[in-house]
């Protein structure tokens, strides 16, 4: 059974960072992974993913060159490194996930796998 633990969401201040990290177990093959992001009263969003084998990586406009993704394989986490942080980056985050061979696009909000969610709250 795959699963996708988050941890690292709280309560920071404006300018302030946080990291996410996203453990993942169960895959029997090359996965792609990311993170995505709900606000309330809006679609959940593409955030942050990695593709599985050629390092391509994908940023959404409002997050680039704040956000950063890297992935330790060894240890199957996705890590998230958020700096400069606004208050319009509060939401809940997810982690998730779909098989290589599903051919999904990178970010794609139909990955199969997601986790539970973390808060990410940033105070003004």
């Known amino acids: 059974e795959v699963q996708l633990v988050e941890s690292g969401g709280g309560l920071v201040q404006a300018g302030g960072s946080l990291r996410l990290s996203c453990v993942a177990s169960?895959?029997?093959?090359?996965?792609?992974i990311g993170w995505f992001r709900q606000a309330p009263g809006k679609e959940r969003e593409a955030v942050s993913c990695l593709s599985h084998n050629d390092g391509r990586t994908y940023y959404s406009f409002s997050v680039k060159d704040r956000f950063t993704i890297s992935r330790d394989k060894a240890e199957n986490t996705v890590y998230l490194q958020m700096n400069n942080l606004k208050p319009e980056d509060t939401a809940i985050y997810y982690c998730?996930?779909?098989?290589?061979?599903?051919?999904?696009?990178?970010?794609?909000?139909?990955?199969?796998?997601w986790g539970q969610g973390t808060q990410v709250t940033v105070s003004s």
């Open positions: 998730a996930a779909d098989y290589a061979h599903s051919f999904r696009s990178l970010c794609s909000i139909y990955y199969s796998y």
């Open positions: 169960g895959f029997t093959d090359d996965y792609t």
